[in-house]
């Protein structure tokens, strides 16, 4: 038995229009197999518009705004990794799967070759889900000379902890020098 129109309509108006589109993307492209293998004779969805969807517009923050932010977490341990995304954009992932070795300090540079993700409760490093996504992000001379003090808090920090801080180390981590769970990260 099928569902009344009005539950239908009642159901639709609770999906964006984003939802809506990808599956009719998914829906036409399963019906386009169909006619190809001889099952369909045509695809019903090419009788439909697509529906289409604007998406929002990104808000940045504004230069007040990032100084009221930095005020705010100025003595919190996410405050070196807040500094660098805003300085460099890079994604959530991208900062905390940084090593040591990834960041060149003399060139100005910062090579993103690895990400950290966090899948059913267990964080795990893999390389970027595209060739764009692992590329190299140009950093400032400001971001540079923080980059370098922070790894000398850093060594310190490791030299008291009795082991040397190694390339392979990952830029940003707990106190302890463990990777950053993203979850907290993002909470904080």
């Not at 492209?29 to 190809?36: G, S």
């Not at 990104?58 to 919190?76: A, G, N």
């Not at 893999?126 to 790894?151: D, G, N």
Request: charged share 30%; proline share 5%; glycine share 4%.
């Amino acid at each position: 038995m099928l569902p009344n129109k009005g539950v239908i309509i009642k159901a639709l108006e609770k999906v964006s229009a984003r939802t809506v589109a990808k599956h009719h993307r998914l829906l036409s492209q399963a019906l386009k197999y169909a006619v190809r293998q001889g099952y369909l004779g045509r695809n019903p969805c090419d009788l439909v518009d697509a529906p289409s969807w604007k998406g929002r517009p990104m808000r940045t923050l504004t230069p007040s705004e990032v100084e009221v932010l930095f005020e705010i977490i100025k003595d919190s341990h996410i405050y070196p990794t807040t500094y660098t995304a805003l300085s460099t954009g890079l994604r959530q992932a991208e900062l905390l799967g940084l090593r040591w070795r990834d960041i060149d300090l003399d060139m100005l540079s910062i090579s993103v070759s690895q990400v950290l993700y966090r899948r059913r409760g267990v964080c795990e490093f893999k390389e970027p889900k595209t060739r764009h996504s692992r590329r190299r992000v140009a950093m400032t001379p400001k971001l540079a000379s923080f980059l370098r003090e922070y790894k000398a808090e850093r060594e310190s920090v490791f030299w008291q902890l009795g082991k040397p801080l190694a390339l392979d180390d990952l830029v940003f981590t707990s106190i302890e020098g463990k990777a950053f769970d993203p979850s907290l990260l993002s909470q904080r």
